[in-house]
């Protein structure tokens, strides 16, 4: 695969965002610019990471799925990466800190994506008895 580049793309003191999410039966991965202009989404089924849920979920495939991003890290010398996670903590967010790590790339920040309820913070109604 090779990327495109693209001037418009803003990337301040070599930093990128890195946003971690999984569903079910998948996970996505989106690589933006300080801007939060996307640059990049891949999900493992556009990978190519395997035919059933149990092959695309598995914490050995990280390894795949970042080689997507490895181009666009060295074509925008991307060094720094702000991390986003938008789900609960697993083996894959620990195998894809060591991969980065081996590529060169450095965790600057973490922070973790809570979802919020449509009511805001209102509590449940009590129960009539």
Not at 64 to 82: A, D, M, R
Request: with cysteine; proline share 3%.
């Amino acid at each position: 695969m090779n990327p495109v580049f693209k001037s418009h793309f803003i990337f301040k003191n070599m930093t990128a965002r890195l946003l971690f999410f999984r569903s079910r039966s998948n996970f996505f991965l989106v690589l933006s610019d300080s801007n939060n202009n996307c640059v990049f989404s891949c999900s493992s089924g556009i990978a190519k990471l395997g035919d059933n849920k149990k092959q695309k979920v598995s914490a050995q495939n990280v390894w795949k799925f970042i080689s997507f991003f490895k181009p666009f890290f060295v074509l925008y010398k991307i060094k720094f990466i702000n991390f986003y996670l938008r789900c609960r903590k697993s083996k894959h967010l620990f195998q894809l800190f060591n991969y980065l790590e081996m590529i060169g790339i450095e965790i600057v920040s973490f922070e973790r994506i809570l979802n919020r309820p449509h009511n805001g913070i209102r509590p449940r109604k009590l129960r009539r008895v």
